[in-house]
């Protein structure tokens, strides 16, 4: 019975072609904007966990004064080294963390960019070209440079791959590039470095050395990370925050979330797309109502019931959702290319965010033809006989 009612509702769309397409092209608008907003919200949260998400240990410490990466307090190592108290922890690795001024080699132009310092005994992230590079970082002066960093930095990349040599002024202290690792830009950076310790201490005089910015703890084998971080949060002063990596990453995405206009912004960017498409839709709806009225009064006159009706426009609703998503889908994920390719943020087209328009646009859709569909009580046999 379903199926036999989908070629009136059909052929009712169609036979307004201009209408139709308005429709089309006013639902494709919505969804994009939907993918947009909900795009470039998912890479803000991602990009600023990357970090995160890359440090090979199983508890985080930073200071209780750090609310995110952006603003990150310095604490005493040695908290970080009291961990070892515990026989559950392995080994602890402290992390520098600080921006600065990075000077374009052939502009001369600053632009500032994060600096990340680590003892190179040991890696303590897990990036494509750290490990390969971490001998040269115990050179004086060596800085290993993101090649996903934006080009306002200058050719560093494309330099360093010719074999060429490649030196800059990072606050004012000569360095040079020795290698190449990759992380990606970032709404809090849109570069990378990556040094050694005592190579961050020379680059920032001022830091006091001993004052860490990130603990990284690793446990043994078999130890549960959640237990330890309860004991660490019992034994350390409360000068510090303990947690886990998860808990750490999303302590971080809260923060983009919750304590900045940005999250709010995106989402309601969504709302508002899903709001301008749910309007269009109803227009359509309603004048297609409000142009067959005296048709809709005659099936009720020949004994179709309002729910039949009803049914109709809903399909109509259904089948405008589908054939407006398609264009939406195809145009955003075109758009993303480019906003990738311009802004070096990690945006990306997903099976879940696919599934989350979709049903967006459905209910959209429904929500409209629900609202337009009350027109078709007025439409009394009545008046036409």
Known sequence: MFGKKIPLAWLQLKREKTRL????????????????QIGFQDSLYFSNVRLHSSLQ????????QSIALLTMKSFSQRRLYKALDLPTVKSVHPIYIDYTSWKNPVTGLPRNLLVIGINPEFNPLNLPGIQENLAKLQLPDVVLFD??????????????????TV??????????VKGLFTLGASFGADGNLITSDVNFLRIFSSRQQGLIDIGLIRLKPGADASIVVQM????????????????????????WASSTAIGFI????????????????YQVLYTEVADHLAEYATLKAIGYTQNYLLVVILQESLILAFLG???????????????????????AMNFGRIILVLILTILMCFISGAIAVRKLRSADPADIF
């Open 21 to 36: 397409a308005v429709a089309l092209a006013g639902i494709a608008f919505a969804d994009i904007l939907m993918f947009m």
């Open 57 to 64: 240990g199983d508890i985080v410490l930073i200071s209780n």
């Open 147 to 164: 090649r996903s960093s934006r080009k306002e930095y200058g050719p560093i990349v494309a330099e360093f791959e010719q074999g060429k």
């Open 167 to 176: 030196t800059t002024e990072l606050r004012r202290r000569r360095v040079e």
């Open 232 to 255: 660490l949060k019992n034994y350390l002063p409360k000068d510090v925050r303990v947690f886990t990596k998860q808990e750490y990453i999303d302590f971080e995405r809260n923060f």
């Open 266 to 281: 995106f989402t309601l960017g969504t709302i508002m797309g899903f709001i301008v498409g749910t309007v269009i839709v």
């Open 325 to 347: 998503y398609m264009p939406g889908l195809s145009f955003a994920m075109f758009l993303y290319q480019l906003a990738r390719q311009a802004t070096l943020l990690p945006i």
